[in-house]
């Protein structure tokens, strides 16, 4: 074993340690990206990567996606209660995908692997993946699924040996087995792998250098350092409690909106309390979500309005937060409901918790985002018997506030996934043809501070036998705005069939034909601030960039407005 070369109170090399093992967790991250073989991981970068300690605490996390990161040590701790981990080997691993064992939904494939030094359990290496498909129902999305096991195959937390049940063995054949797309999603599944693989060697290469117990401080100070900071940045917020909503715009083939309600309360020593009791029940349909996604929302629903933006991403950030999920309900289901769309509960749970603290601290809380998840897949049947799947998770504008405008297009803030170029989609899929990717002028809110922009994209179907399945939000009700601002566009799909248009709700299957046109319009971000304090030479330059029309222009902002008249209305202001 490598001797400690380090003195015990040396905050600088542990701090060095600290950034390392970042560093190590971000290199996990591009070889998973890298090696993926599915566009959904390869260029959406819809996965993460972290690194625990012996305990399976995240002590260091890649910036890919907050929701996975968010609930991994939730997934650690649930699978530590189902199995025995006491005769631990290299070869180990546990994978899981289950929601009610710490999991997400199905389709996010978990895998830890333990980092051995000298037959020394140092810590884990962990990761989520994204996969194409998993089984289940239907090709796409089941939105008629009724229970989880129609969404797909279900691993509980289990402990495998990779020599001998993966690369062909059983676990192997038993997964994808039950996969449409097996190439795929092995090749996914073995990126997985060398990410974790990579972890593991460049671990014990730190802990060669500076030996297992200078290592495992370092693990032990990331964490109290990041509550410390954690706290003190909470606890710039005024102490009290404050309630807040946002909802969802229906259930699958639903009319009424799903209300999420948040209770936040803030006490001394930089605690604070989410409380979601009242929120809506528990669904039999897809929108239902676990509550480690919950509790992933949770923490970015606080730590995006924190002042201190540099505070480190692991289980330490988590010390000073307590949530209520109330049994049965919309963030805590009963065992065995779907939970495919369980992204845009968290969205809204975001939203409910900002706009309980909008009240406290109003010049931190941005106006809300397009803040969805839209799950887009095209699927189709091959001569054969095998599976085509275009499939992508898409974002919208971000809403503005105090001092910014908000961003165009992007993945909102849980996801941070990247746009998937469209040459990356054609290339692979010869069956689509894409007419255009775009951003969507006057899809923002007017403010102050004015909302990003959505987009659209427009699919030609250049084959037979394509089925179309999709879900999003804010369809019915848009993105709000703040202190003033105005709310922004809302989403819409349409395929235009020859001369017929079929306007789609927020989630929805439908038979395809070739020639058909698929167009998907995400809104954008909400307005912050009175529009009428906005500067001429700002609404000037959103006109001139293309960002609104000189409609909008004129509509929202009374400075344009009077400088820009068209000749009937000074006609008219003039009579």
Not at 140 to 148: C, K, Q, R
Not at 294 to 319: F, H, Q, T, W, Y
Not at 412 to 422: A, D, K, M, Q, V
Not at 478 to 499: H, I, N
Request: proline letters at 5%.
């Amino acid at each position: 074993m490598t001797a400690d070369t380090t003195r015990h109170d040396d905050p600088t090399q542990l701090a060095i340690l600290a950034n390392a093992m970042r560093a190590i967790a971000d290199e996990m991250g591009a070889i998973l990206v890298r090696s993926a073989f599915s566009t959904v991981v390869r260029e959406a970068r819809d996965c993460a990567t972290s690194l625990l300690d012996a305990k399976g605490n995240v002590v260091a996390e890649a910036e890919m996606i907050p929701m996975h990161n968010g609930g991994l040590s939730a997934a650690f701790r649930e699978s530590s209660k189902q199995l025995d981990l006491s005769r631990l080997t290299p070869d180990s691993a546990i994978l899981l995908n289950d929601p009610y064992s710490g999991g997400q939904h199905l389709n996010d494939i978990i895998l830890f692997q333990p980092v051995f030094v000298d037959g020394e359990l140092l810590g884990w290496t962990g990761n989520t993946a994204h996969h194409l498909d998993v089984g289940g129902g239907g090709a796409g999305i089941n939105m008629d699924a009724s229970e989880l096991i129609q969404e797909g195959i279900i691993l509980p937390p289990m402990l495998i040996d990779v020599k001998k049940d993966l690369y062909g063995g059983p676990i192997d054949r038993l997964v994808f087995a039950n996969v449409r797309t097996p190439e795929l999603g092995r090749g996914d599944f073995y990126a997985q792998l060398a990410a974790n693989r990579t972890g593991i060697a460049r671990m014990q290469e730190l802990a060669a250098r500076v030996g297992v117990a200078t290592v495992r401080r370092a693990m032990d100070e990331t964490l109290r350092y990041a509550e410390r900071r954690m706290r003190a940045a909470i606890a710039t917020i005024p102490q009290g409690s404050w309630h807040g909503q946002a909802m969802i715009d229906n259930d699958v083939r639903g009319t009424e909106p799903l209300v999420l309600k948040a209770k936040v309360t803030v006490s001394e020593g930089g605690n604070i309390e989410f409380d979601f009791t009242g929120s809506a029940p528990q669904t039999k349909s897809m929108f239902n979500c676990p509550t480690s996604s919950a509790l992933a929302a949770a923490i970015a629903a606080v730590r995006s309005l924190l002042n201190d933006k540099e505070i480190p991403a692991n289980e330490g950030c988590l010390r000073p937060i307590k949530v209520v999920f109330p049994p049965q309900s919309i963030m805590n289901p009963d065992p065995g409901l779907p939970v495919r769309a369980r992204a845009n509960v968290c969205y809204r749970l975001i939203d409910a918790v900002q706009d309980a603290l909008a009240q406290i601290i109003p010049d931190r809380v941005p106006a809300q985002g397009f803040n969805s998840t839209t799950g887009l897949y095209l699927t189709q049947r091959r001569p054969g018997g095998g599976m085509r799947i275009y499939a992508d998770v898409l974002g919208g504008g971000y809403g503005a506030a105090s001092d910014y405008n908000g961003a165009h297009a992007l993945a909102s803030i849980l996801g941070s996934s990247r746009n998937t170029p469209i040459e990356s989609i054609e290339q692979v899929h010869s069956q689509l043809r894409m007419l255009h990717y775009r951003l969507v002028p006057d899809s923002c809110g007017a403010g102050q501070w004015r909302g990003g922009l959505g987009f659209s994209r427009a699919i030609e179907i250049l084959e037979e036998g394509i089925e179309l399945s999709f879900y999003s939000d804010h369809f019915r009700y848009p993105p709000r705005g703040r202190q003033g601002g105005s709310d922004a566009a809302r989403g819409s799909l349409t395929v235009t069939r020859g001369k017929e248009v079929f306007s789609l709700p927020n989630t929805d299957v439908m038979k395809l034909q070739k020639g058909d046109i698929v167009e998907l319009k995400v809104g954008g971000g909400a307005g912050w601030g009175q529009p009428s304090a906005r500067s001429l030479q700002d609404v000037e330059a959103d006109v001139a960039d293309g960002i609104v029309t000189e409609g909008f222009a004129r509509q929202h902002y009374p400075s344009y407005a009077d400088k820009h008249a068209t000749p009937a209305l000074a006609a008219e202001a003039t009579s």
